[in-house]
């Protein structure tokens, strides 16, 4: 027999927890109809351009990622209203803007410009982040690979901007668990991604001196530089030129091929054998001239056997 449990107040007070989020509602949408969004920061040290935020946009059909550096909070309602400008150029149909309550989503500049265009701004319930879970788990994915490409290549902690942008680079060509069959770039360019040009974050790379750096024609041409990001544009590379403590863009550039050397073959020296004529230094009591010869040959040997034998008496 099963009664009624019967409510009691102090029995809440005390037990009352968070409550499971379920699974995940499943939402069929075209590139560029929603956008989860969130604000990575306040960094504790300034990237190379001293900036200390970054604007994660991650599309939900495509899961393609956009990144926008800032310098303040107060920059995160102009990047948004700039992206989605940038998409109703190239074709798309923004709908949604998917974010947390923060005060840089949440307020009157930002309400009023999605009024205007249409735009619905959906927002998260109060301290639940994990109705955010597209946007925050990619923030994980971006800081956690830009911290093992600058831990392994051994560049300073102010590069993290350019190791943040070059992993939101990679991802956007790689495959995904929610979208297997295409890349994120694949499906938001309509086309197969060229990654010939992909190199290791931090790789070293030959840069061409050119304009002002140009030196003596005695000097070499070209110095080494760090590689840190690809320029899509120009098909130029960044590099990190640690004098000038700056990113700067070149096209003539040039990687060299990590090739193992080939293991050196044990070389067989045979003694030498005196040859024919070859004077032997000389013995002790002899003179430096001397005609003894190393070694006699067949022919003396012959020569000395016949003399031998002609100066035997009959």
């Given amino acids: ?56 946009m991650v599309d939900d059909a495509a899961r393609y990622i956009t990144v926008e550096f800032l310098k303040t909070k107060d920059q995160v309602a102009q990047k948004i209203m700039n992206y989605m400008t940038h998409l109703k150029t190239r074709g798309k149909t923004p709908c949604a803007i998917h974010a947390d309550r923060g005060t840089e989503f949440v307020n009157e500049t930002l309400k009023n410009w999605c009024q205007s265009q249409g735009t619905e701004l959906q927002v998260t319930a109060p301290y639940s982040p994990s109705q955010n879970g597209v946007a925050e788990r990619m923030n994980r994915t971006l800081v956690e690979l830009a911290c093992a490409m600058l831990t392994a290549a051994q560049l300073p902690e102010f590069l993290w901007e350019p190791a943040v942008a070059h992993v939101a680079y990679l991802r956007n060509m790689s495959y995904t668990k929610p979208r297997a069959k295409a890349t994120p770039y694949q499906m938001w360019h309509s086309r197969k991604p ?28 070209s ?46 020296i045979k003694p030498d054998t005196p040859l024919q004529g070859e004077r032997d230094p000389p013995c002790e009591g002899e003179p430096e001239d001397s005609t003894r010869s190393a070694a006699p040959s067949n022919k003396q040997k012959s020569s000395r056997k016949w003399k031998a034998q002609t100066n035997i008496d009959p």
Avoid at 26 to 32: D, F, I, L, S, V
Avoid at 225 to 243: C, F
Avoid at 254 to 268: C, D, H, V, Y
Wanted: net charge positive; with cysteine; proline share 7%.
């Fill in 223 to 268: 110095q080494r530089r760090a590689y840190v990001g690809y320029d899509e544009g120009s098909k130029s590379v960044k590099y990190y030129n640690a004098a000038m403590r700056n990113i700067l863009i070149l096209r003539n550039f040039r990687f060299l091929s990590q090739t193992e050397p080939s293991p050196l073959e044990e070389i067989k």
């Fill in 194 to 221: 060229n990654v010939a040009h992909l190199c290791e974050f931090g790789a070293p790379v030959w840069v061409l001196l050119q304009g002002q750096r140009i030196q003596r024609k005695i000097l070499p041409k």
């Fill in 1 to 56: 027999m099963n009664s009624p449990k019967p409510d009691c107040v102090a029995c809440t007070e005390a037990k009352l927890s968070e409550a499971p989020y379920g699974p995940a509602s499943g939402r069929q949408t075209k590139p560029g109809e929603l956008t989860h969004m969130d604000l990575w920061g306040k960094y504790d040290i300034k990237s190379i351009h001293g900036n200390q935020y970054y604007l994660l």
